[in-house]
């Protein structure tokens, strides 16, 4: 495997994971960091025996980024198409899995398209995110449908100090002009944060290969709330909502019209209770809106396109967490979902239901560790599905832990898979997959470095077949195995924080005439580099991404290879005054042209300087 457009970038990535500790003088003084999302419960990294990513607030703010994708990318086995600039179609691929195989949550509520199956990264403001974690790995035996690949949950912003308000502005290429007003405030027994914010952009051509030359704009406006309180008792109490809604223009046709109006809103309600110290139970109720408005400016869409795609999910939720003793704990609970579409598209069947039960179990043997989980899914279209998993880690010294694991996991079909007029199949079965994993966790002073070797299969892969006459249906048909290995480190180096990753994948077709063949849009070597520093007031940072090539076709034709690529981004921001911040970011700073799908442009050369108030 050739390296070719990101060699150097790897070089910097293996030096900085091949630092020895002697390097590095102190104790780490660090506190763990705890995650939710790995277990459906609050535990530490060190305790999760999945790897787990953690993107906090003070990550977005230094890398300035500047959508959700933009943090996304450099997580480890994360790597992201995107059909032509800001606010167009973009998927993310975890894990070398199919883009529709991971699960979504915004504060617990499962959000996405339940038609197309994938999830408007795009049209989420980063601005309002508070933290996002990352599981790798599937997880349906705790989650259910979609996690293959993993699991991303996205928290909106939260209070909880005294009053701290933050205004910010920013100015960049394209026209692109943005502004939000962040309002957090509260007590130890009290929290709210309000948001709102405006961004527009004229946007880049999106494609390259039309005889159109205008640029493509984005419009979104955005706005969350979330607010909680603890109650003498214990019982604590939290709503959230976040909306954004907007206008994305691209260049199309008469059938798939060149713009769109859209909406993406999350609502969740939640308590918990703890019964002694023994019993906690939490209850969660919420509801997720995917909508879609597809339109053709300067004439009429096709009689025979659909215009509107709307989704709204309900969800519900009871867990119970109880500590059998003081080195185990039982997690019981039941999920309950239903799904309705509205669309002018015909469709034979317009909601569904899916009810679940799961339970996980975690015991600690001193130097061993061991999960197990299983749940059970019954859907009222597919009817129902089991699930498992197991996991074992072992501390082979304070500073080194080796883990194992082996998980089950499915997805759904979608309603377009099921029943999309005159081409669905009722009769699919859910894709399903089986993972073994093996992976070493280490420590250094104010350091940590590990290392995950997967082993994916995944079964019943939905593809659209010729059945003669014409006639194309999706049918259960496909196989695929994805081998990879997932180095990551973090550290400090000589004054600088080094935050670096390299993924080694094998996305393989196993079935049909495209075995041996390489699944579309993944590529096998995905590299990171981000490193900062302060000075003073003023802080540097430089951020690095690589991906070697990939394919559009599942054939992996000459023609259907695009060309790896390696960008490099710089930013820095400067305190003007005890309460102002000035930052500034230029992205793909050598100009590289490259594309991630093939005949959508990616941005050249661009700048962002932002201007923040937030007294403290």
């Given at each position: 495997m050739k390296l070719r457009p990101f060699a150097a970038a790897c070089g910097t990535a293996f030096i900085c994971l091949s630092v020895s500790p002697s390097v590095l003088a102190e104790e780490s003084t660090q506190l763990e960091e705890v995650v939710v999302t790995a277990d459906r419960k609050a535990r530490t990294v060190d305790e999760t025996l999945t790897p787990v990513t953690v993107i906090t607030r003070k990550d977005i703010e230094k890398y300035q980024a500047t959508d959700v994708a933009d943090v996304l990318r450099r997580v480890p086995g994360i790597s992201i198409t995107n059909n032509g600039g800001a606010g167009k179609a973009t998927s993310v691929f975890l894990r070398g899995t199919n883009s529709s195989h991971?699960?979504?949550?915004?504060?617990?509520?499962?959000?996405?398209?339940?038609?197309?199956?994938?999830i408007a990264f795009a049209d989420l403001s980063v601005d309002q995110v508070e933290r996002i974690e990352v599981v790798r790995g599937p997880r349906s035996s705790l989650y259910g449908s979609e996690a293959?690949?993993?699991?991303?949950?996205?928290?909106?912003?939260?209070?909880?100090?005294?009053?701290?308000?933050?205004?910010?502005m920013s100015v960049g290429s394209h026209n692109t002009q943005k502004a939000h007003v962040n309002l957090a405030g509260g007590d130890k027994n009290t929290w709210y944060n309000l948001n709102a914010g405006t961004e527009k952009t004229d946007g880049i051509n999106a494609t390259s290969n039309q005889q159109e030359l205008d640029n493509d704009g984005y419009h979104r406006e955005s706005a969350s709330l979330r607010a909680g309180h603890r109650f003498t008792n214990g019982t604590e109490i939290e709503a959230s909502v976040l909306r954004t809604q907007g206008k994305n223009t691209f260049d199309g046709d008469d059938f798939s019209g060149n713009s769109n109006d859209f909406v993406q809103e999350s609502i969740s309600g939640k308590v918990k209770h703890a019964f002694g110290e023994r019993v906690k139970v939490s209850a969660q109720v919420g509801q997720s809106l995917d909508e879609t408005y597809n339109y053709f400016n300067g004439g009429n869409l096709n009689p025979f396109a659909g215009r509107q795609f709307d989704t709204r999910r309900e969800t519900a939720s009871l867990q119970a967490d109880v500590a059998t003793s003081v080195s185990s704990g039982l997690t019981i609970g039941f999920d309950k979902q239903k799904d309705k579409i509205t669309s002018d598209n015909t469709y034979t069947v317009t909601s569904r239901k899916n009810n679940g039960v799961f339970a996980s179990y975690q015991h600690d043997f001193g130097r061993t560790d061991v999960e197990v989980s299983v749940r059970h899914d019954d859907n009222e279209q597919f009817g129902k599905h089991d699930t498992g998993a197991a996991a074992i880690g072992y501390d082979l010294s304070d500073t080194l832990r080796l883990k194992a694991s082996y998980g089950e996991a499915f997805r759904a079909p979608t309603f377009n898979d099921l029943y999309w007029a005159g081409a669905g199949n009722p009769s699919l079965k859910p894709e399903k997959s089986k993972n073994a994993e093996i992976g070493l966790d280490g420590k250094w002073s104010n350091g940590t470095w590990a290392v995950s070797a997967f082993d994916n299969k995944v079964d019943n892969l939905i593809d659209w077949q010729d059945m003669g006459g014409g006639i194309w249906l999706p049918t259960n048909v496909n196989q695929a195995r994805i081998k990879g290995l997932e180095i990551n480190a973090k550290t400090p180096l000589a004054g600088w924080d080094v935050n670096t990753n390299l993924t080694l994948q094998k996305p393989e077709n196993r079935s049909g005439a495209n075995a041996g063949k390489n699944l579309t849009f993944r590529p096998e070597r995905v590299i990171n580099v981000d490193v900062d520093r302060a000075f003073g007031k003023v802080g540097i940072g430089i951020g690095v991404h690589g991906e070697s090539e990939r394919y559009t076709t599942a054939a992996n034709t000459a023609n259907a290879k695009l060309a790896g690529y390696s960008t490099l981004d710089l930013r820095a921001d400067y305190r003007l005054a005890k309460d102002w911040t000035v930052g500034a970011k230029i992205g793909n700073v050598l100009d590289k042209d490259y594309q991630t799908n093939s005949g959508y442009n990616q941005d050249g050369i661009n700048g962002l300087v932002t201007l923040k108030y937030a007294p403290k």
């Open positions: 991971v699960l979504v949550l915004v504060d617990g509520v499962k959000i996405g398209s339940a038609t197309l199956g994938n293959i690949g993993g699991v991303i949950q996205i928290f909106t912003r939260k209070g909880g100090k005294s009053f701290q308000p933050e205004i910010s």
